[in-house]
């Protein structure tokens, strides 16, 4: 199956210790600094929004942001243009961007006190309605790629997935692992994959 | 294995109305066309801003970042969507909703598209359209099948056309209105979408239904063409018309429409709009972009002038049966309550729902029955929003909901009893707030967020003084509450300031050789009496300092008021020079090195840049019938060259043959915009003006272009090879070439 438009969030680890709008700031310096391996293009402010997409980082690949559905944080990564090779690939590509972003911002000086993403609890999204509505024949055939794929990146770590069960919300799944690496041995480890 | 999932088209095909199918499928190939260089840009912009696919802020490939200006590398640098305006760069998709009224299966498809095209957000605007943004342009064919499939088109919600029809939202339950208006604005909406006489204006067209004069309901003082229902009783009979209002609008040079018919009878006033359409077609200006709204048509002949011509064009209008069937169909037009109402009683109430209840609800005149209004901050609404209210509307009213200008959901026929349960079904939303068309519940226009032309940010200001008055809501003043703020990003006035208690429109000032963000202060203007009169522009203040300023004039209007005085009468009563000088000392702007917050805008740490306004689309292209006509014959050949590749010939042929009949009725529209599709009176005209006048004719090849028409009709259903359907399509490109040639030999004559 060719599956486009992926997406994967990481759950914030705990509470954000300050207001959400300090990313607005944070984003701006990735797009003056290029700080991530895409190009970036502006930064919007969703903070009134209930549970919305918080604050966004557009750009041209994919879109970033503090994401806030249902209540849980995280930092939400949204590929738009097609990626090419096996899904495997594809994933690793999604996830390494929202590692690479999470680090960077994990790391800011400007963020305290420093947030904190799981890189151990996210959830995979396909957000394409026409290939992938969220019906349980999408789930039987995407499954077994989404465990390969942590299987390699994760190199053998134990792993639960929870499907989305509203079926008019996108497909996706929520992975759950039983080890969790740091960011940068999580980047490592899928440079290998892409 | 790779399973087939198909396409949207696919899958949608017994949904959509055909003609509306082929419309989409004509948009997606003039996309592959200007994408191949085979449609001029100008064309395709003014084609796509006609199918609602708008510019969006940095399309130009430019953004200062705050630290220096950069260009934007898009994959796609070299193709452009319009002038100066990169394929790649993400743009906006407005979406029609007339008279504001969406169906629960039209709201969940909305939340679908938001996500699957946009950044997941439904923008509700102020005209009741909804706005979708960061789309790209390749993804706007499917998504315009999606919302097909659902009866929404978004077809001329953007370009130089008649723009989304609007009403007030309470039409139908409104306690003082003459008669439900909702039919009306459907008829209204249908029958000038994409009709003939509405394609060559030069500016936009706003149109606004109102049910009474009184309240501020449709807004038709500031409209292109307005309706506010009236009745009258003739013989012992009532009848229905309108009173009908032109030449309103906004904008930098801000108008109040005019009276042009008193009364207008229902089965009237369809073809009184077609007249109106046709005189500003014809009059209206269509170089000067700036002079190009039918306000300054009106002005510049006077509203009698005009009436004149409007009567005089209304005789001349062949009859259309749509005409009266269109009214008489508004007779079945069923807007009725899910349950029988009840009264609300006296059982426990949830905690809030009596401020709530004091604010967003409105007793309609059905008894037992209330409108409510749901506060939706700056009009944003995500897809989970969307999706529980589709079903809030289908548990507690119709399945229907309707979005108002003052950008938020109104639902309406909830039977009082059920008010403490739809309360409590709000909160898991966010969307109980109190305070519902309160002095905090704050409209904008997208400003410097998205737009090209914005020059402060009017969201962010809103965002900061809603947040601020929200938390205040409870101890202001009721005269206070009552107030309203209005906030555009420039002085074209998308956020309505000019009808506003309190107004703001964003500019700039230049303080120590820095741009500071200001806003200028628009005082007194009135919402009621379908906006009634504008503010007064009193200075320019900082940015920074805005909320300050709505304290101060919020707190002198709650001590100084005089008994039943309003804002307005507050304002014209102390005088501009007061209020003047009441603001006199905000306009200070302290140096850069003491106070950097006043050199960036709310919610953009970035220092202040005029750098990145772009040129606004909001005025369209300017090209005219035949521009479009040649551009449809080019599509037409490129069609019959994909068929010829793909060895249908007989295809081939007949699309060549259309294409020059296409290229020869735009030739025609130059001198008849009435021209018949027939091919026959196309061929026969055409001979008879353009080839026996020699006009058409080559310096150099004389006829012989004008002779491939002819052949072409007489014998294209005989091409009966590959070879003769190569030639016939050969032929074709050339006629067109000839075609275009001709209308600009035309266009340098004096």
């Known amino acids: ?70 209540g849980r944080v995280g930092l939400h990564v949204a590929y738009k243009r097609p990626l090419g090779g096996t899904t495997g690939q594809k994933l690793a590509r999604v996830l390494r961007l929202a590692a690479q972003a999470a680090r960077a911002l994990e790391r800011s000086r400007h963020l305290k006190p420093a947030p904190a993403f799981r890189s151990d609890r996210f959830t995979v999204v396909v957000n394409d309605r026409l290939s992938a509505p969220n019906t349980e024949e999408t789930r ?55 | 294995m790779v399973k087939m999932v198909g396409s949207w088209k696919e899958r949608l095909h ?65 193709v452009h969507k319009g002038p100066d305006t990169k394929w790649d760069a993400p743009g906006m998709m407005r979406i029609k909703i007339p008279f504001g009224y969406l169906n629960a299966e039209q709201v969940e498809l909305l939340a679908d598209i938001s996500e699957e095209y946009a950044d997941g957000i439904s923008h509700i605007t102020t005209r009741q359209d909804i706005q979708l943004h960061f789309v790209n342009i390749e993804d706007t064919p499917d998504l315009m099948r999606r919302l097909a499939s659902v009866g929404i088109t978004t077809r001329e919600a953007c370009g130089n056309s008649i723009r989304n029809v609007t009403a007030c939202v309470r039409a139908g339950v409104c306690r003082g209105e003459s008669f439900d208006v909702s039919p009306y604005a459907h008829a209204v909406a249908h029958y000038l979408l994409g009709h003939p006489d509405v394609q060559d204006f030069g500016r936009k067209f706003k149109i606004a239904l109102s049910g009474c004069q009184h309240e501020a309901c449709g807004l038709t003082g500031l409209h292109d063409g307005g309706l506010i229902a009236k009745t009258r009783v003739v013989d012992g009979q009532q009848e229905r018309g309108f009173g009908v209002y032109i030449g309103g609008g906004l904008g930098a040079v801000p108008f109040q429409a005019k009276l042009l018919f008193e009364f207008v009878d229902e089965r009237e006033i369809l073809p009184t709009f077609q007249a109106i359409s046709r005189v500003y077609a014809r009059l209206g200006e269509k170089r000067n972009r700036a002079r190009a709204r039918v306000k300054f048509l009106v002005q510049k002949l006077g509203v009698e002038e005009f009436r004149r011509l ?58 037992n029955y209330s409108l409510v209004t749901l506060r939706v901050p700056l009009g944003d609404l995500t897809a ?105 990003g420039c002085f074209n006035a998308c956020g309505q300031h000019h009808v506003a208690d309190i107004g703001f429109y964003g500019n700039s000032r230049t303080v120590g050789g820095y741009t500071v963000p200001h806003f200028q202060v628009v005082l007194g203007g009135q919402w009621n009496e379908n906006a009634g009169a504008y503010g007064l522009a009193i200075g320019a203040v900082p940015s920074r300092r805005i909320p300050e300023v709505v304290q101060l004039v919020a707190e002198r209007f709650r001590r100084e008021r005089e008994e039943g005085e309003s804002f307005q009468q507050y304002i014209r009563r102390i005088g501009k020079k007061e209020v003047k000088s009441m603001l006199d000392d905000l306009k200070s702007v302290p140096g850069y090195q003491a106070d950097r917050s006043f050199y960036s805008d709310w919610g953009d740490p970035r220092e202040f840049s005029l750098g990145d306004i772009g040129v606004g689309e909001c005025a369209g292209e300017v090209v005219s019938l035949t521009d479009f006509g040649l551009a449809d014959a080019e599509r037409e050949v490129f069609e019959a060259q994909v068929a010829l590749d793909e060895h249908q010939f007989r295809e081939a042929a007949e699309r060549a043959y259309r294409s020059m009949v296409e290229a020869a009725r735009g030739l025609i529209k130059t001198k008849n915009i009435d021209i018949s599709s027939d091919p026959e009176v196309i061929v026969s005209d055409f001979r008879r003006d353009f080839h026996e006048t020699g006009l058409f004719h080559d310096k150099y090849a004389g006829a012989k272009f004008a002779s491939y028409l002819f052949k072409a009709h007489r014998s294209w259903a005989e091409v009966s090879s590959e070879e003769s359907a190569h030639q016939l399509v050969e032929e074709a490109q050339l006629f067109i070439e000839a075609a275009h040639a001709c209308y600009q030999r035309m266009q340098q004559r004096p």
């Open chain 2, 384 to 488: 989970t929003q969307m999706r529980q209210l589709a079903d809030l509307s289908r548990r507690f009213v119709n399945g229907s909901l309707r979005l108002s200008v003052e950008q938020n959901v109104v639902l309406r026929w909830v039977s009082n009893a059920d008010l403490p349960a739809l309360y409590q079904a709000l909160r898991p939303l966010g969307l109980e707030m109190p305070g519902a068309g309160s002095i905090a519940d704050i409209t904008a226009c997208p400003g410097t967020d998205t737009c090209k032309l914005g020059i402060a940010s009017s969201r962010g200001l809103a965002r900061e003084l809603s947040r601020r008055l929200t938390a205040q809501y409870d101890e202001l003043d009721s005269v206070v509450k009552e107030l309203k703020i209005k906030i555009s």
């Open chain 2, 14 to 78: 017994d949904r959509m109305p055909a003609p509306l199918a082929e419309e989409i499928d004509v948009f997606e190939t003039q996309i592959e066309m200007r994408k191949q260089g085979k449609l001029d840009e100008k064309v395709f912009a003014e084609t796509r801003l006609r199918r609602g696919a708008y510019g969006q802020r940095y399309d130009n490939g430019q953004r200062h970042d705050g630290v220096r200006a950069r260009t934007l590398e898009f994959p796609s640098n070299d």
């Open chain 1, 1 to 70: 199956m060719e599956w486009q438009k992926l997406g994967v969030k990481l759950e914030l680890d705990g509470e954000l210790g300050f207001p959400i709008h300090e990313f607005i700031g944070e984003f701006h310096r990735f797009i003056q600094t290029d700080r991530l391996p895409i190009m970036l293009i502006d930064v919007h402010d969703y903070s009134h929004v209930h549970q919305g997409p918080g604050i966004l980082l557009v750009g041209d690949e994919a879109n970033l942001s503090i994401d806030q559905t249902d």
């Open chain 2, 310 to 367: 409007v009567i005089e064009e209304r005789e001349s209008l062949p009859e259309d049966a749509r005409w009266t069937a269109m009214i008489d169909a508004t007779r079945e037009w069923a807007d009725d309550p899910l349950k029988p109402g009840a009264p609300l009683g006296e059982g426990n109430r949830p905690e809030g729902f009596e401020a709530w209840h004091r604010s967003n609800v409105y007793a309609q005149r059905q008894p």
């Open chain 1, 140 to 194: 039987a055939t995407f499954e077994p790629e989404l465990r390969a794929f942590v299987a390699e990146a994760y190199a053998g770590v134990e792993c639960a997935l929870e499907p989305e069960s509203d079926p008019r919300r996108l497909f996706g799944m929520r992975v759950a692992l039983s080890q969790r690496p740091t960011f940068d041995e999580l980047i490592k480890s899928l440079a290998t994959l892409q």
